[in-house]
């Protein structure tokens, strides 16, 4: 059983998927290989030697890294023909098992998109990012490890950006007051940015559609803004993700947070619903309601964002002087920390899914984590999502 690390090329992506640490486990499994691609841990400051201290084969190029893989750990989906510098997919065996955030309903130039070229290629694949948020799955939640650090560090960056400081400050020359933080979502990324903002001395205030989130946010020390009604009370799904708000709930809640942005000195945004746009809380008016020098931190803006004024991928600045940070990928600003939970998370999938006897990966189709994430499996698509004929 060959497993193979390769470097990521989507732009942008400074994350690996395996670390030293799981390198090691790896092979303390069973695994017979681990061949990393060189440079591929550099970014997340991971050189080539503390891969090969842990045991790892390094591999000049990706095409020596995946020759005889059977299992292949990324963090972004592989490059396919016209993706990129190089056709990743091309290269990955046959009957390969391949784990990653695969984003399979993302744009791709893939015929019949980037399941079906798994299928056709052979190769079974796990998108890690559709794991059921089920307590048995925790451990290997991408989601959860790379929002809380995108949380944590949505909250740095705020603060840095922002020109004042986050406590109240005594000094013998006067007083500074302490920052007015507004966090918009309290999941697991707007929990984190609430408690790291208290950390840093702000006044916090959230808000949420979920009527759990209210007694997180309280719990944290921060105080609750928003709409609770009927419509609160039942819009998280099964899974625990927020309900798209109807139109009427929106508006009133448009009305409830406009004040909180007004007086807020940095906004974190990070409210996402699962599978669709991020939604749009924060509009023109409300950055035009806002003070020069004060700040608008947008994690959701790979999802398009929650503020009118985000432009994803830059910070900008707004002609009435509100900074609006757009950057894609917050996790990827982070990558040390945010590689090594995630090939954490990697490992401990597969250590649950392991056959010890055989040494290779076992995925029974029917149980409820590997039904989740199993996007291609024998060469056919079989996620309920994406082949509803085959679930
Ligand atoms: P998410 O990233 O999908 O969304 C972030 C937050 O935005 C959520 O709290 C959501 O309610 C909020 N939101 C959506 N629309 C909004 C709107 N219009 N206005 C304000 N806020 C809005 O969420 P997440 O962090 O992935 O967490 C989703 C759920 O999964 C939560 O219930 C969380 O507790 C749960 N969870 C469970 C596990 C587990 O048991 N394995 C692990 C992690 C998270």
Redesign the pocket.
């Known amino acids: 059983m060959r497993l193979a690390v390769l470097k990521e090329r989507r732009a942008g992506e400074t994350r690996v998927a395996a670390t030293p640490e799981t390198v090691k486990k790896f092979l303390a499994l069973g695994v017979t290989a681990v061949a990393v691609e060189t440079g591929a841990g550099m970014a997340s400051g991971i050189p080539d030697a503390a891969y090969r201290e842990a045991g790892a084969e390094i591999a000049p190029d990706a095409a020596a890294a995946l020759a005889g893989a059977n299992i292949v750990l990324k963090v972004r989906a592989p490059l396919a023909a016209g993706e990129g510098e190089l056709d990743e997919l091309s290269l990955i065996p046959k009957g390969a098992l391949l784990i990653g955030t695969l984003e399979p309903f993302a744009a791709s130039d893939a015929p019949g998109g980037r399941a079906a070229a798994y299928a056709a290629a052979g190769i079974d694949a796990a998108s890690m990012e559709l794991l059921?948020?089920?307590?048995r799955?925790?451990s290997m939640?991408v989601?959860?490890s790379q929002?809380n650090l995108a949380g944590y560090r949505a909250v740095l960056e705020g603060a840095t950006a922002y020109d004042k400081g986050f406590p109240m400050l005594m000094t013998a020359a006067g007083t500074i007051p302490a920052a007015n933080v507004f966090v918009?979502?309290?999941?697991?990324?707007?929990?984190q940015a609430i408690a790291t903002a208290r950390r840093l001395g702000g006044r916090v205030s959230a808000?949420?559609?979920?009527a759990?989130?209210k007694e997180?946010i309280r719990s944290l020390g921060a105080s609750f803004v928003?709409v609770d009604d009927a419509e609160m009370a039942s819009?998280?799904t099964a899974?625990?993700?927020?309900k798209?708000?109807s139109e009427d709930y929106?508006r009133r809640?448009a009305e409830v947070i406009a004040a909180a942005i007004a007086k807020a000195d940095v906004v974190v945004c990070?409210?996402?619903?699962?599978g669709r746009k991020a939604?749009t809380?924060v509009n023109d008016a409300m950055v035009a309601s806002m003070k020069p020098g004060s700040v608008i931190v947008d994690i959701a803006a790979d999802a398009g964002g929650n503020c009118t004024a985000t432009v994803p991928g830059e910070a900008i600045t707004t002609a009435n002087g509100v900074k609006v940070l757009g950057w894609r990928n917050w996790p990827g600003r982070i990558p040390a920390a945010a590689s090594s939970l995630y090939a954490r998370n990697l490992l401990t999938f597969l250590t649950t899914f392991w056959d010890k006897e055989a040494r290779a990966p076992k995925l029974p189709p029917e149980d409820e984590i590997v039904r989740g994430v199993t996007l291609t499996r024998g060469g056919a698509v079989v996620h309920p999502q994406l082949a509803p004929a085959a679930a």
Do not use: C, F, H, N
């Open positions: 059921p948020r089920i307590t799955a925790q939640d989601l959860s929002a918009m979502g309290a999941g697991v990324a707007g929990l808000t949420d559609v979920r759990a989130a997180e928003g819009a998280q899974g625990g993700y927020a798209e708000m929106k809640q990070t409210a996402l619903v699962q939604p809380l």
